[in-house]
């Protein structure tokens, strides 16, 4: 079975930077396409970066130019950078491969003093 395991979360200060990981655990499957998505309690998952299998990012409006999406195909590795972070990107961030639709269980982020 794929499973989908996100890394990279952290405690970090406004204005600092993180770059998650998403990498296939359990069996081989390749890593084409997929994006990465927030949730914080009582609001909907919401996406914020994407790349498709040519490689075009998807940024969604959230984003805000703060949020880019990559793939590392010789790890086969989905990234995650973000910079700028501020408390309200405090959430739980989750990779999503978009072949198949494999979710991973998510890494929390907090962004505070």
């Known amino acids: 079975q794929v499973r989908l395991v996100e890394s990279g979360g952290g405690s970090v200060q406004p204005g600092g930077s993180l770059t998650l990981s998403c990498e296939v655990a359990?069996?081989?499957?390749?890593?084409?396409?997929g994006g990465w998505y927030r949730q914080v309690p009582g609001k909907q998952r919401e996406l914020v970066a994407g790349?498709?299998?040519?490689?075009?990012?998807t940024p969604s409006d959230s984003a805000k130019g703060r949020f880019t999406a990559s793939r590392d195909t010789a790890k086969n590795i989905l990234l995650l950078q973000i910079k700028d972070l501020v408390p309200e990107d405090t959430a739980v961030y989750y990779c999503?491969?978009?072949?198949?639709?494999?979710w991973g269980r998510g890494t929390q982020v907090t962004v505070s003093l």
């Open positions: 359990g069996t081989a499957f390749t890593l084409n396409a």
């Open positions: 790349i498709t299998e040519s490689g075009k990012t």
């Open positions: 999503q491969e978009w072949t198949v639709g494999y």
